[in-house]
């Protein structure tokens, strides 16, 4: 089982339209979670961190599940420029162990 | 401007023989990371460094070196004995935080390598 786990996609969504991420993970003790946004053949920038309390940023809403393992990324109304591919991170304390999600491709169409 | 620059962008290599990746930071990070991305896959860690001259091997390792001698440098050779170096390096930085792997990356643009 991978450490990090995302569906790859792609998903083919309408403008307009809501789509979700879902990403799990293995380590129990992990600490520390985010979504991470890549444009084609571009570096990942930090969309979002992840809280237990969930966190929302305009369009954008990400929730944490310990006890199930998984972190979601909502996409609400989605623009053209939302298309991208979305690493979802995973942060685990006692050195620098961070992983990385394979990433979710998302294209939106007009 | 504070930010990470990685260079050059492409980079083509023949078989057999050393290259070595820029990365410099001027957000004066303490730690600083390479990593390797191919088609489909997650990053992968290869080498990370959380202070001047010290380095500790990622994930993949083999095939590449690294050195840390200031704070804003940390450069990559990938070497002739890295069997399958075509791929995307990505060079990222972050500040140090109680020695956890907390804190939130950021990444350089990126060099594509290209074995000939």
């Known amino acids: 089982r991978k450490e990090v786990e995302q569906d790859p996609g792609p998903f083919n969504v309408p403008e307009g339209a809501t789509v979700a991420f879902n990403c799990t993970y293995s380590?129990?003790?992990?600490?520390?979670f985010f979504w991470y946004r890549q444009d084609c053949r571009k570096e990942p920038k930090l969309l979002m961190s992840v809280y237990s309390s969930g966190n929302e940023d305009g369009r954008f809403t990400a929730q944490l599940n310990r006890a199930s393992q998984y972190i979601s990324l909502l996409i609400r109304d989605s623009k053209l420029s939302d298309s991208a591919t979305y690493l979802c991170v995973v942060g685990n304390t006692g050195g620098f162990k961070t992983i990385f999600g394979a990433g979710t491709r998302l294209f939106v169409k007009a | 401007d504070g930010g990470i620059t990685q260079s050059p962008k492409y980079l083509f290599r023949k078989e057999g023989q050393n290259v070595t990746l820029s990365c410099e930071q001027n957000?004066?990070?303490?730690?600083m990371y390479w990593y390797r991305q191919d088609p489909g896959q997650g990053l992968r860690l290869i080498y990370y460094s959380q202070i001047v001259n010290d380095f500790q091997k990622g994930d993949i390792a083999e095939g590449y070196s690294v050195s840390r001698e200031k704070k804003e440098s940390f450069p990559l050779t990938v070497t002739s004995a890295q069997k399958n170096p075509t791929a995307f390096y990505l060079c990222?930085?972050?500040?140090?935080?109680?020695?956890?792997?907390?804190?939130?990356?950021?990444f350089g643009p990126g060099t594509r390598l290209t074995v000939l």
């Open positions: 990222a930085s972050s500040p140090w935080a109680r020695g956890f792997s907390t804190d939130t990356q950021y």
């Open positions: 957000l004066n990070h303490d730690a």
């Open positions: 380590n129990s003790a992990s600490q520390s």
